[in-house]
């Protein structure tokens, strides 16, 4: 499974300047006081990769996700979110259609070990506001971020991130419903519908 490795923040929310998050493989628990900020790196990883609208980020809209310090009266400001994946153990998706060509140069390379996505949030001094994001370095759509975060099984509806109101979901599956996320999660699900697919020939 890929994994996250570091998430870096710049004037996100509670986090003003630059911080830096590690996260070891395995299991990670954050603690700390009641609205200390731990719910923000969650809710960075959201806007990073675009998994939420604002209200899932506890946020009346965009711009209010940037660092309160950073936002005056008829100034510019901006906030940014990096999320750093190890995709070490990544292999290309079979049940996907190939990349686009134009998609080609921003995609995952066999090989490749980290991948870094970013996206900074500008707001300017009228109130309008606009996204950009990078894959690696370089500027690319959301769709193709979405496209390479389906290739190492990220998805929005997928259980990558379990907010508050899934775990009574989770706990009231029944045993098939419960074995099918564990395969969706592990990627073994794939293989089910090839094997599916052998059978009906
Ligand atoms: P709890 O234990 O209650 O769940 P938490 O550690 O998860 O708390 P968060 O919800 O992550 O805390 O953080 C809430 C804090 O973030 C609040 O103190 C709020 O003022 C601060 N915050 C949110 N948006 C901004 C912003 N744009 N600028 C500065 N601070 C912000
Ligand atoms: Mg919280």
Redesign the pocket.
Known sequence: LVHINQVEFENF??FGGNVKIPLEEGFTVVT?P???????ILDGILFCLGLSNSRGMRAERLP?????SKVKEGKSSETSVSVKFNIQDWFPREDLPPLELEEEEIGLNKGQKEWVVSRKLRLMPGGSYASTYTSDGKQCTLQQIQRILRDISVDPEGSNVVMQGDVTRIVSMNNKERRNLIDELAGVALFDTRIEQTNAK
């Open positions: 929310k509670s700390g009641n609205g200390s900020g731990k719910s923000n209010d996700l940037i660092n309160n």
